[in-house]
């Protein structure tokens, strides 16, 4: 492994920390909102499981902020059976405001160019025309999810 690996791996760790911050962030600004009308051990289980879909949100746009679309309303969708339907648009706010606060962040990182941490990235465009930020296939100048392109090339 070399030194470039180890940059972009000691970044990734970095990145995910920040992002520990916004999902604990969210769960704060929604655990009192959880059904109040369940046993006692199931309001414990219900906080639980709100903690850890936030946490898994944050988790994989930390992993993949140009693919993971709609990632508010993905939460939402995880995590809203665990409110009274008097809550629920409260907490799709809160979601909504969370996710687009940690958006920001990492669209700020990226801008920065911190993401690319001086490794290798993918030579397709997304569809929003942004150059594509995956680390190619090894030996390869695309990511997986664009590898049909240099198959292409070799085809033409
Ligand atoms: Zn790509």
Redesign the pocket.
């Known amino acids: 492994m070399g030194a470039r690996d180890t940059v972009s791996e000691e970044y990734t760790a970095q990145l995910q920390a920040c992002m520990y911050q916004y999902s604990r962030a969210i769960y704060r600004s929604i655990k009192d909102l959880i059904d109040p009308y369940v046993a006692p051990e199931l309001h414990l289980e219900y906080r639980r499981a709100v903690l850890e879909q936030c946490e898994q949100t944050m988790e994989r746009l930390a992993r993949d902020p140009l693919y993971f679309a709609k990632p508010d309303r993905a939460l939402f969708q995880d995590i809203r059976r665990y409110f009274p339907i008097t809550a629920q648009a409260e907490v799709a706010w809160a979601v909504k405001e969370g996710i687009a606060a940690a958006c920001a962040f990492i669209e700020e990182q990226i801008e920065a160019g911190a993401l690319d941490g001086g490794v290798a990235?993918?030579?397709?465009t997304?569809r929003k025309g942004k150059p594509?930020?995956?680390t190619?296939l090894p030996d390869r100048d695309?990511?997986?999810?664009?590898?049909h392109?240099e198959r292409s090339k070799v085809a033409a």
């Open positions: 990235r993918c030579r397709a997304t594509c930020q995956r190619p695309y990511c997986p999810s664009h590898q392109l």
